[in-house]
Every structure is written in C-alpha cells, then in structure tokens.
C-alpha cells in the first residue's frame, strides 16, 4: 500500500519506488526462508501518537530510544531512521537496551538483504537504519522514529525525489510518528502549529547553567577562546569550508587568478602546484594576466590551510582534521585534551568545553531554499556537544543581534522557527506550497510555460532558460511550477497526467522533480 500511496504522491510508478524500497536479492539468503509465512495482519483499530521532541543533548536520541523500547508491546516494533551511517555508528556507542536489526547501504548487499527479510518474516523489535529503510513493512501500531528530517540526506537524489518525512505522513494512519532533532523542520513546525503534532522539549540535565556565549562582535578572538577552552577540555571548531585554498588572487591588483579556460585557479594543498577547477591545468609559476605580478594572495583558506594556522597558534595541543573522506566519529577515548577541526556534518562525539561555529554568516545568506534553516538545526545540533559546565563557552561567527544568536541566547530554537514559517507563509514558499520542476529542452519548456499560464492550479511559475550550461546541460532549460498546499492531490495529477499525455504523442519525457530540497 505504501508504494502506491508514494506513487501517488510523486507522479511515479511503481519500480520507481520499488528500487529504493527493497534491498536487492541475494538468491542464496532467500533460501532460509523458504516456505515460511509472512505473519498476517492483525485487524486492530491502532492507538497512535503523533509528536516531536526538541532535544538539548546528545544522549537524548538513545535515551529516547530506550523509553519507546521498554513501553512497546509484544506486536509492536520500533524503526529508527537516521540521516546517515555516520550517525548510526555513533548512536551505536551508546548503550542502547536492545539489537538492532541494521538496514544501511553501508553494510554488505547480503546482509542487507538478510536484515529486510529477518525484519519482514520475524517482525524484530528494533530496526535501525537511514533513508530507504522508511518503507520496512511493520506490524500494525508500531512506532516510527526519525531523527533530523529536515537532513539533506532524508531526500532522494534520484527520481521521484520522495524524502522520508512525507513517507512516514503517507504511514502515519497505521503507525505512530516520533520526530527528533534539536532544530525541527519547518514542515514539522507547520504540523504543530495546526496541533497535528504534540510538541515536547527536553530539558537540560540538572538545570544547570547556560553556557557563555560569544558572538563576533563581542570584542574576543575565537584563537583565544580556543586556547583557554584548551586548558579545560577539548574544543570544537566547526567550518564550512574544504580544501586548502579555494581561491587566489594577485597579491599587486587584487584580481582573482583564473586560467585560460575561464576556471578559477586553486591549491589543493600545501605541496601542489595550482591548478585549474575546470580543466585541472597546472601552474607551477604564477604570472597576472592583468598586471605580470608574480605574487599570490589566498581570499578563500579551506580547513586544512586554517588547521595549519590554528595549529602554529595553539602549540603544545594536538590538532584532528574531521571531514568528508577522513571523519572521525568519537574522541570520547582520548585521554588529552585536543583540537577538532571539522566540516559541518562531521563532528565528532565528545567532550567539549568550547564549541566555535565559523562561516554562519556565509551559510545563512546563501540562495539555497533552505539555508536559514539548515544553519538553525547546525547551531543548535553543536550546542548540544558543549559539556554540562558553568565555563562551557560557544562562539558564533554572527553580530549579536542576528535572529539566530538571539535565538541561541533565549535557548528557543522553536520560537525563532515559528518567524520563520510565518516569513515563509506570506512569501508562499514550502511548507505551505508543493514545487515541481521539470527539466527538458528549452523548446519543450517554453511551449509547457505558455501553456500553463492561464492554469489557476499554479500560485507561481518560473521559467530558466539554459540554467546549467557549465554542468553539460546546453539547450537545456527548468520550468518551477508551485501549488498551494491545500491543492495538493490535484497537483501530483497534473504530473500524472503530464507524463501520460507526453507518452501517447510520442514526446519526450521531461524530468521531473517533486518537493525537493532546494530548487
């Protein structure tokens, strides 16, 4: 049934879905269970409960965890879904009061396999895994865990786009749905706004003490809280930047370097030579097209030249460098205190008595859709790393005045998502409408666009031409199509009945995007 409904819902058929929600067949895990029956439906009317929790820690989520284990009845399962492996590996540190049942790409195709078919036939109690997992079949009344939906990896990168917080909704009349995070989404905040959801905050462990706050107007360096954070434990530095260095100028007319091709010229590391974004020429001696100088200036450090500097700032302290090839998922055994420079997404689980969160400023003010909101959960997701201590110190890369610093002051992550939604409301932006995108040849899209004008369905449609032409996609053009919320069953039939009529002409399919991430 949930296939259908997602179909539905996306303007897809069934393989489409099908291909994300069974694991592949491994033949010879099949053959254990042979002959067995898969355990009927029970026709019970289901007791359910819909609500989210506002954590303030990291040992929230497994002690949430273990309260919905020990309050399950004999029938009842529960399914814990997670952003990604990352984040199961850590919540397998802690002590957790049953097994789970693991359903990740990251283990082997057979154990994979294995896990779907053990949790289908023998009904485990706890099933533990990330996006594709939301379609696991359940005993009916059992419980549907999902943590940080609003996570770019709850979406699907491939068509139909669905992601697992809408999966669940579609499920919600069978099963009961428990969202965590420290920042929830704004489609979640919608929810219990209209009282759909029961809103819960956990509070802080023994009422204790705020931690100091510092902001980037607050008159104190972030090297100097790092190096008195470091006489007490361990620090954390958060950054959005990669690589080394991003970008390059000429130190005499300040003109940014690029090559022959038009790319932009970089340094991969400390010993390489520069070398073009585009079409990776390299260049061992630098000469200005504008002026011949012959000096260079970085205007865009990434975190291995900034670990290098902090490093010769801080000495006598070792430096770890967590990011996207290389993360490290604990520190918790280190017997030293040390500096942990991360990506966002890549911190590791410790303890930490000062957390600096850089490059707030440049995430916020970015055109994604979504990236006040995604620089929200990330403030208040490393807030709860700080250590329970009157000297646990935070340091934001903001003025003090920003919405979201004076959300961190008040500790109210659900007020200043509540701004949000009601800025999104009068703006007629998600949650309160659906989007599509369709993508083909520019001839196509323009003709789709006239034809579309006059349809009332639409609240607004945007047409881009020749949007990517540096990604491969020459002649090719987007048409954004967005719908009041309230008209959302005759919006995934406009794309049903799309794809139907382009089908019987003979056309050539559009691609199509429903509810994305970012547009």
Request: charge should be positive; glycine fraction near 6%.
């Amino acid at each position: 049934e949930i296939i259908d409904l997602t179909c539905q819902r996306y303007a897809c058929k069934p393989w489409d879905v099908i291909r994300s929600a069974i694991p592949a067949r491994v033949a010879a895990v099949e053959k254990e269970y042979l002959g067995l029956d898969i355990p009927k439906v029970v026709a019970i009317k289901p007791k359910l409960e819909h609500r989210v929790t506002i954590t303030k820690t990291l040992e929230s989520l497994p002690a949430i965890i273990n309260e919905i284990l020990r309050g399950l009845g004999e029938e009842q399962q529960l399914l814990v879904i997670v952003p990604d492996e990352r984040d199961i590996k850590q919540l397998l540190t802690f002590n957790l009061n049953a097994e789970p049942v693991l359903l990740t790409s990251d283990i082997s195709k057979s154990e994979r396999y294995a896990n779907y078919l053990k949790s289908r036939f023998q009904q485990s109690r706890f099933i533990l895994g990330t996006r594709g997992a939301i379609f696991t079949p359940l005993a009916i009344n059992s419980v549907i865990l999902i943590f940080n939906d609003g996570d770019e990896s709850m979406y699907e990168r491939r068509f139909p786009s669905w992601n697992v917080r809408d999966i669940a909704m579609l499920r919600s009349g069978e099963f009961s749905l428990h969202f965590v995070g420290a920042s929830p989404s704004l489609e979640i905040v919608r929810l219990v706004e209209l009282g759909w959801l029961k809103s819960k905050k956990i509070e802080n462990r023994s009422e204790q003490a705020r931690p100091i706050i510092h902001f980037s107007d607050s008159g104190v360096s972030d090297i100097a809280l790092m190096k008195a954070g470091l006489k007490r434990g361990n620090v954390l530095v958060v950054m959005a930047e990669t690589g080394y260095i991003n970008a390059i100028a000429c130190q005499k007319c300040r003109n940014q370097a690029r090559c022959e091709c038009g790319g932009k010229i970089y340094l991969p590391n400390q010993k390489s030579h520069l070398t073009c974004a585009i079409c990776q020429k390299i260049t061992k001696e630098f000469v200005c097209k504008w002026c011949d100088g012959k000096t260079v200036r970085s205007i865009a450090k990434g975190s291995s030249r900034i670990a290098d500097e902090i490093a010769k700032a801080v000495p006598g302290y070792r430096v770890l460098l967590s990011k996207g090839g290389s993360r490290i998922d604990t520190i918790s055994d280190l017997k030293e205190n040390v500096l942990v420079l991360a990506s966002y997404g890549c911190e590791p689980i410790g303890d930490y008595s000062t957390v600096i969160l850089r490059s707030l400023e440049n995430l916020s003010n970015r055109v994604n859709l979504r990236s006040l909101e995604l620089t929200r959960r990330l403030i208040f997701d490393n807030r709860t790393r700080l250590r329970s201590d009157k000297e646990s110190t935070m340091y934001l890369d903001l003025v003090s005045d920003n919405a979201l610093a004076q959300a961190l002051i008040r500790n109210d992550v659900y007020g200043n998502s509540v701004k949000e939604l009601a800025e999104r409301k009068d703006l007629n932006l998600p949650p309160f409408c659906r989007i599509g995108i369709l993508q083909g040849d520019t001839s196509a899209i323009r003709q789709l666009a006239r034809n579309l004008e006059e349809n009332d369905l639409f609240s607004a449609i945007a047409l881009q031409e020749n949007f990517d032409q540096a990604g491969g996609n020459k002649g090719k053009s987007r048409l954004v199509l967005r719908c009041e919320i309230s008209r959302s069953q005759e919006f995934s039939e406009f794309f049903r009945d799309l794809s139907r009529y382009r089908g019987i002409k003979g056309l050539a399919p559009l691609q199509l995007r429903m509810d994305p991430f970012s547009i």
